[in-house]
């Protein structure tokens, strides 16, 4: 079977970058993965970990979510511009209270997070309907699914996602011929540089334009328990394009895929209650009020990690796969 043409936008760093070399590096030859990145001047680490597959199996573009010209440039110099798999992963953070983030800085946030995909399915769907196939993968979150304190603005961005993608993909079941042509993946924290530049933000942002309580519930209680949160149960790239090529290869590919099973019950909460109290209630009780048990489960947690991470490298070197 021919190779299918796969588009990855954000392909700079973090899980853009490793899904696409475990594509291109694909042992049974399924994949030809254009990596687009909005900076070509930041392919190096990309080429590097792309290594003989540079040029054959991957090829490195220069595409920005936010400009529509420099996505049609794209589209156009690929061949009959054919897409099989279109991967809209490029994203941006930001966290904080409100009243410190400027409107022009929340539109930023929603321009790369809601528009820019908003912007690639409108580019590569009327191709992809032509054919009548083709399968749009969109890198959600949790946050797509249920609100974080001081995640506002981007949780928001990631709701737009979830909700366009709910609608679009009846349609496009219907027009694809084939019930699988949207996935949205939805990861919990992820360790990458998306994770240093927010705090990087975080810690040289300006707080006096909000009250004391707020700015010190931000800093001493949300980043603490972040932090906490993000060494304990933080996936690597490598685990989110794992899931994500499970998601791509699977003979009838979910809408739907969390990629960290401790976050199911969590998001399961609002579905087991519509008035939304039993969710809001227990993130209150465990930020506040059990945060004690909450750092020492985070810790039980980080343990068990790293003892299962040292017997799967002992299994191993013992030459068990
Ligand atoms: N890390 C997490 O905890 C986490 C959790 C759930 C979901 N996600 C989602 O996963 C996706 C990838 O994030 P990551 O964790 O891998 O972070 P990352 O390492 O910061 O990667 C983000 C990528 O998006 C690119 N990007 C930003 N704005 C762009 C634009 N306008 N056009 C094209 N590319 C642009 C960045 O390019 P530059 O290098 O030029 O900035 C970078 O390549 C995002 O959609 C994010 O929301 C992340």
Redesign the pocket.
């Known amino acids: 079977m021919a190779p299918k043409t796969v588009l990855i936008?954000?392909?700079?760093?973090?899980?853009?970058?490793a899904l696409a070399v475990k594509m291109a590096r694909d042992k049974q030859k399924r994949f030809k993965v254009i990596a687009?990145?909005?900076?070509l001047g930041?392919r190096g680490c990309l080429e590097a970990d792309a290594g003989i597959t540079l040029n054959k199996t991957l090829e490195i573009r220069q595409?920005?979510?936010?400009?529509e010209r420099s996505i049609i440039s794209c589209i156009n110099s690929i061949p009959n511009r054919h897409v099989d798999i279109l991967i809209?992963?490029?994203?941006?953070?930001m966290i904080g209270p409100i009243e410190c983030q400027t409107i022009e800085e929340m539109k930023g946030v929603m321009?790369?997070?809601f528009f820019?995909v908003v912007r690639m399915i409108k580019e590569v769907l009327p191709d992809m309907k032509r054919r009548r196939s083709g399968h749009i993968v969109v890198?959600?979150?949790?946050?797509g699914l249920q609100g974080i304190m001081f995640n506002d603005i981007?949780t928001a961005s990631?709701f737009a996602v979830e909700g366009f993608c709910e609608s679009l993909v009846i349609q496009a079941a219907l027009m694809l011929a084939c019930v699988s042509s949207v996935s949205l993946i939805?990861?919990?924290?992820?360790?990458?540089?998306?994770?240093t530049?927010v705090y990087e933000d975080a810690e040289n942002a300006d707080y006096s334009t909000t009250d004391p309580e707020t700015a010190d519930m931000f800093t001493n209680l949300y980043l603490k328990n972040s932090k906490a949160i993000?060494s304990s149960l933080?996936q690597t790239?490598n685990d989110?394009a794992e899931h994500t090529l499970r998601v791509i290869t699977a003979t009838k590919p979910p809408f739907r895929h969390q990629t960290n099973a401790v976050y199911t019950p969590m998001t399961a909460l609002k579905h087991a209650d519509p008035t939304g109290a039993l969710m809001t209630d227990t993130f209150y009780k465990m930020v506040f009020k059990y945060d004690t048990l909450m750092h020492i489960s985070l810790k039980a947690i980080r343990v068990i990690r790293w003892q299962a991470r040292k017997m799967r490298q002992g299994v191993k070197m013992l030459g068990f796969r």
């Open positions: 936008t954000g392909c700079s760093s973090g899980i853009g970058l687009t990145m909005r900076n930041k595409l920005d979510v936010c400009d809209n992963n490029a994203g941006v953070g321009e790369t997070n820019g890198i959600s979150s949790v946050m981007y990631k939805e990861p919990g924290p992820v360790v990458t540089e998306f994770e530049k993000f933080g790239p989110i």
